[in-house]
């Protein structure tokens, strides 16, 4: 299967049909995961936070799951996420295919080279996400009539809390339109790798600070529902779509693993 989704907070819900479940084993632990068919269209599918969002963000085992889907022969794998929006162009219920990311994550394992046997590898991510992966999501979401943002900075969080209106000011400052739990180090993991990888930002809530109201997951969760069958019809579409999308890099950014 070339395609896998990971479905981030709000996507656990998605109902594959022919469903089988299968356990990975990996260097990391055990991964578990999905396979089956969205519509017409096979695939794996992770959920990143686990049954019933048993896993929070910080916890998740980021290694493994990539590792997993490396090892199921994964090609590409398109990611959803719950985000807050930092700037006014933004609006809840809108999807942003982000394009860069800033990592404010603190405590989590981010590399699958760590020297000894498999050396060490300085990843190059000027391009995080799949130029090409993108083009094809966002031709997807034009022949479905769908608004979406072609471009965004990402900020990534430790979380789980959610983040202060000072922290917000400061990542509007520095160029970050959403934030996030979970991107990162998924994104470069699968650089790592070798595989396409692309982040459908799903803006469900307004940052800290923006607007006068309290922060909930209830918030993030009823967004996310709403959104859930457009989501579902837009990764459908994306998978079918057999047309060339052009050249990536993807599969030789760890080219030089071990070599320095």
């Known amino acids: 299967m070339d395609y896998a989704l990971i479905g981030g907070t709000g996507v656990e819900k998605l109902v594959l049909t022919a469903k089988s479940d299968t356990t990975v084993d990996t260097p990391y632990g055990p991964v578990n995961v999905e396979t089956g068919r969205l519509g017409d269209v096979e695939m794996v599918f992770l959920k990143r936070h686990g049954p019933n969002h048993s896993v929070p963000p910080h916890a998740i085992n980021y290694r493994g799951n990539i590792w997993a889907l490396k090892k199921l022969g994964v090609k590409k794998i398109i990611a959803t996420g719950a985000v807050g929006s930092i700037v006014s162009e933004f609006k809840i219920g809108e999807i942003v295919l982000v394009d860069q990311f800033l990592d404010f994550t603190k405590n989590r394992p981010s590399t699958f080279y760590e020297g000894g046997e498999r050396g060490v590898l300085h990843v190059d991510v000027s391009d995080p996400y799949c130029p090409a992966l993108r083009r094809r999501i966002l031709a997807a979401g034009e022949t479905l ?8 900075v990402y900020v990534c969080t430790e979380g789980p809390r959610f983040e202060t209106p000072a922290e917000i000011r400061m990542f509007k ?13 998924e994104v470069v993991l699968a650089k790592e790798l070798g595989l396409c ?3 459908l930002a799903l803006v469900t809530n307004q940052a800290a600070g923006i607007s006068n109201e ?11 529902n709403i959104l859930g069958e457009t989501i579902a019809k837009l990764i459908e579409a994306t998978c079918r779509d057999k047309a060339s999308d052009g050249e990536c890099s993807c599969a030789s950014a760890n080219q030089e693993a071990g070599l320095f």
Do not use: D
């Open 145 to 152: 009539g769908l608004k979406i943002h072609n471009r965004g």
């Open 173 to 185: 400052m520095l160029g970050g339109q959403v934030v996030g739990m979970t991107g990162v180090p």
């Open 197 to 199: 990888y692309a982040s």
């Open 214 to 224: 309290p922060l909930t997951h209830a918030e993030v969760i009823a967004t996310m």
